[in-house]
């Protein structure tokens, strides 16, 4: 690494953490004092209301990342211009390339810790967040994680339906299973009073099963217990609609085959699946906008209008990519292209600026 490069990036990297612990602190103010009056209805302890808000920061940091990596790039660059430091590099022969290039490295490692933020810390800080909501903060009991009336279940070549699930006891109540040949017609019907599970499979207990013939003949036999192979599992039976969004890829895309399994609409989850990879990418799109902009404003961008151009960019690219996304949701637009729309869009927004910049 040059001392070039070295300068650049160390210029780059403290203004990006400036600019990040700023917004961070601004999203975590604005967010406390929306949600305190709520929580303190419930009198909680002020442990519980720090470790909600401590868990939150993770989140918050993947959201603010590429605003940070924008403006960051618009005051790194207008600082340097605003020396002649610029025109300097310039004048000793150095590309605008070799100059910008510490910055879209530092830009591109923002969006893999995206990746890995929204991948492996996101999922359990949520889960751990909503537990301390509304289990120590709202006083709530545990089991509302948990889908618990009227389970519907598909296999391969069956259906479950359980009237009641005791998240507590790991147990179903009045459960009935239908087995399917081909066609769907029914050949089994299994009636249990209850099955619990055991940590690798279900055992049903006082089964009733009646095997059904073509010719409308019905055998019925009765037994005290029996094991269930089922592709179901405890987690399969949480909430997953309530918190998709803070799925890593690779959870939502199994979950979402198994709902194509199931054979369940799933166009709204694909279009959240891809966009777990897209929009880290945020980041890096940001920064390859920014440098044009920042190098055709040249020695007479200041702050205010690092600030200021960084806040409208970044408001258009969520505004655009949120309205696509919704339109991959909806059906409109394929979901992998719904996903990656906005930032062909401003990638090539970014081509354009960089082929006009004076060099």
């Known amino acids: 690494m040059t001392i070039l490069t070295r300068y650049i990036a160390s210029a780059y990297l403290r203004i990006m953490g400036l600019c990040l612990s700023c917004f961070v602190a601004i999203y975590l103010v604005v967010d406390f004092l929306e949600k305190i009056g709520r929580l303190l209805r419930f009198d909680p302890q002020w442990l519980h209301i720090g470790q909600y808000f401590l868990l939150k920061v993770p989140e918050i940091i993947t959201q603010v990342l590429p605003l940070a990596v924008l403006m960051a790039t618009l005051l790194t660059l207008g600082m340097l211009s605003r020396n002649s430091e610029i025109i300097a590099m310039r004048g000793c022969g150095i590309s605008l390339g070799r100059i910008s290039a510490p910055i879209l490295v530092i830009a591109c490692g923002a969006s893999l810790l995206t990746i890995v933020l929204n991948e492996f810390i996101l999922p359990e800080t949520f889960q751990k967040m909503r537990y301390v909501d509304q289990v120590l903060i709202r006083k709530s009991s545990s089991n509302t994680f948990f889908r618990q ?16 699930f005791n998240p507590a006891s790991q147990t179903f109540s009045g459960i009935t299973l239908w087995n399917f040949a081909n066609g769907m017609r029914p050949i089994k019907r299994i009636d249990a009073e209850s099955g619990q599970w055991n940590g690798r499979r279900w055992t049903l207990r006082k089964v009733t099963i009646r095997d059904l013939g073509e010719g409308g003949a019905v055998a019925t036999t009765t037994v005290e217990s029996m094991p269930l192979s089922l592709n179901l599992k405890i987690e399969d039976l949480k909430v997953f ?43 890096l799109i940001m920064a390859f906008l920014g440098i044009p902009f920042a ?54 927004s970014g081509i354009w600026l960089a082929m006009s910049v004076n060099r």
């Open 149 to 164: 009336n009227n389970i519907w279940h598909r296999d391969d070549n069956a259906i479950l339906m359980a009237r009641v």
């Open 241 to 283: 609609s309530k918190y998709a969004d803070n799925m890593g890829f690779i959870k939502l895309r199994k979950y979402v085959r198994k709902l194509k399994k199931g054979g369940y609409e799933t166009t709204r989850y694909e279009a959240q699946m891809h966009s777990k990879l897209s929009l880290p990418f945020a980041s």
């Open 295 to 348: 190098l055709r404003s040249g020695r007479s961008g200041g702050i205010a209008l690092g600030i200021g151009a960084s806040i409208g960019i970044g408001f258009s690219y969520f505004l655009v990519n949120s309205v696509i996304v919704s339109f991959g949701q909806t059906g409109v637009l394929p979901p992998f292209v719904s996903a990656w729309a906005a930032n062909f869009i401003f990638a090539l």
